[in-house]
């Protein structure tokens, strides 16, 4: 059961901590909904610009300086310090130090303990999963790969997303299932993705309506990706 006596709970996710995720917040705080986003430290203050197919978007980091007011009422995880894809390191202590730096800067701007993760390109296997496990104080990380659906998972060091936010069709149908069924056990729908990805397409109205269409139910949750992952526990 998540807080107000409800099995429903939804939650959002977003990566790489650019500056598209001002807009974003507002939009979130709007509606009343709560997200995590996952940063890299290691790129605080950087410009760049972001290709997919025919569309470009700005890539521009946010400033350290600016992640506690921004992000205030959601949640910042760890996506690492450089957004090495973690998988492809040989050397441990490389791995530990990339999540471990990341999550001492951010845990020092937010002043928040920070338990959670978002895996760079969303790759993961054992042997990462088991060194964090064993080296850090990380409770959940989570990949990219869509489940399309709402079931508890029991490995919350390789957690997957219900779905990946810009594939609407299919986000409105399992939002349509979600708000319309009373669940007897507790569900979770996950929504993941990055704020520059609104400016492909100009999907952001699009966005902001579905946003609409979730919102401010009276039976469902919304929290942060800690609040509805580690419901419960201590
Ligand atoms: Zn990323």
């Known amino acids: 059961m998540f807080p107000n006596n409800t099995h429903n709970a939804i939650t959002f996710s977003f990566d790489d901590g650019v500056t598209q995720d001002r807009r974003l917040v507002a939009l979130f705080n709007k509606y009343n909904l709560k997200c995590t986003f996952n940063l890299n430290s290691g790129g605080f203050g950087k410009d760049g610009v972001c290709h997919w197919q025919k569309w ?6 946010v400033n350290s300086a600016e992640v506690k007011a921004l992000y205030s009422g959601h949640e910042v995880a760890v996506h690492t310090v450089n957004h090495p894809d973690l998988t492809t390191i040989a050397d441990e202590k490389i791995i530990i130090d990339e999540i471990e730096q990341d999550r001492k800067v951010l845990e020092k701007l937010t002043g928040d303990k920070i338990v959670g993760m978002a895996y760079p390109f969303g790759t993961l296997n054992d ?29 919350l060091l390789a957690f997957r997303p219900t779905i990946h936010f810009l594939d609407f069709k299919k986000m409105y149908e399992l939002a349509g299932t979600f ?9 979770i729908f996950y929504i993941w993705g990055h704020s520059y990805e609104l400016d492909f397409e100009d999907a952001w109205e699009e966005f902001e309506k579905f946003l609409a269409y979730i919102a401010n139910k009276k039976d469902v949750f919304y929290g942060t990706n800690k609040e509805v992952l580690l419901n419960g526990q201590k």
């Open 179 to 187: 708000l319309n069924t009373e669940y007897y056990e507790d569900k």
């Open 56 to 61: 470009s978007a700005p890539h521009n980091k």
């Open 127 to 155: 042997r990462i999963v088991n060194i964090i496990k064993r080296n850090t104080p990380i409770k959940y990380a989570r990949s990219i790969w869509a489940t399309y659906n709402f079931d508890l998972q029991d490995n």
